[in-house]
Nanobody, 123 residues
Framework: LVQLVESGGGSVQAGGSLRLSCAAS????????WAWFRQAPGKEREGVAA??????YYSDSVKGRFTISHDVTKTTAYLQMNSLKPEDTGVYYC??????????????????WGQGTQVTVSS
């Protein structure tokens, strides 16, 4: 069993930056697949960034502004968010997996999820 806890959310003005963290505990062996998703009010959850042993992946809406990374132990993942826009507002969730399979930004690929952290960007 893997537990994920996000932190770093908050309120920021458009153009600002935030850095989200996601710490894993429990059975953290081989957590090679990480992703960040977000859900805005009234919208479906969407994948915004993912990382695995082959590289990083981003949705078009955040490419060039967000950066996903993890520490060398692969027990903490980060999402650096720059040039934030009001449309980036939502609850951000981290997700992790120990096995490959499926599209990197598809929620169904990840069995382990955090509780979410709110990000609010004002204009």
């Amino acid at each position: 069993l893997v537990q994920l806890v996000e932190s770093g959310g908050g309120s920021v003005q458009a153009g600002g930056s935030l850095r989200l963290s996601c710490a894993a505990s429990g059975n953290t062996n081989n957590l090679n697949y990480w992703a960040w998703f977000r859900q805005a009010p009234g919208k479906e959850r969407e994948g915004v960034a993912a990382i695995d042993t082959f590289g990083t992946y981003y949705s078009d809406s955040v490419k060039g502004r967000f950066t996903i990374s993890h520490d060398v132990t692969k027990t903490t993942a980060y999402l650096q968010m720059n040039s934030l826009k009001p449309e980036d507002t939502g609850v951000y969730y981290c997700a992790a997996a120990q096995r490959p399979g499926g599209w990197q930004l598809h929620a169904g690929r990840y069995p382990n999820w955090g509780q979410g952290t709110q990000v609010t960007v004002s204009s």
